[in-house]
């Protein structure tokens, strides 16, 4: 069974810094792209930043700056650094990754894309 679980989000000011991190668990073979999603009350989930097996970047023009998406292929783990925080990034953020799984017999199964529970991240003004 693949989980991906989030921490580190919380409350913090206007202009402050956050870091989440995503592991992911079970039976894994590999893990392609990883990303951060996020989803405001009201508003459509949408990507924050990406990073491919090769780590390979891409952010949304809002955050590009502010934030920097890493990965650790060893730990199967996905980081967000959050800079310079804004009250506009108020939101419940979301890991997603694209992931070959193992059977019990250890033979790969398809791809799948997975997300995390998410975690809240409020920035007060």
């Known amino acids: 069974q693949v989980q991906l679980v989030e921490s580190g989000g919380g409350v913090v000011q206007a202009g402050g810094s956050l870091r989440l991190s995503c592991a992911a668990s079970g039976s894994i073979l590999r893990i392609d792209a990883m990303g951060w999603y996020r989803q405001a009350p009201g508003k459509q989930r949408e990507l924050v930043a990406g990073?491919?097996?090769?780590?390979?970047?891409n952010y949304a023009v809002s955050v590009k700056g502010r934030f920097t998406i890493s990965r650790d292929n060893a730990k199967k783990t996905v980081y967000l650094e959050m800079n310079s925080l804004k009250p506009e990034d108020t939101a419940v953020y979301y890991c997603?990754?694209?992931?070959?799984?193992?059977?019990?017999?250890?033979?790969?199964?398809?791809?799948?894309?997975?997300w995390g529970q998410g975690t809240q991240v409020t920035v007060s003004s």
């Open positions: 990073i491919t097996s090769d780590s390979s970047t």
């Open positions: 997603n990754a694209d992931i070959v799984a193992t059977t019990f017999l250890f033979r790969p199964r398809d791809p799948r894309n997975y």
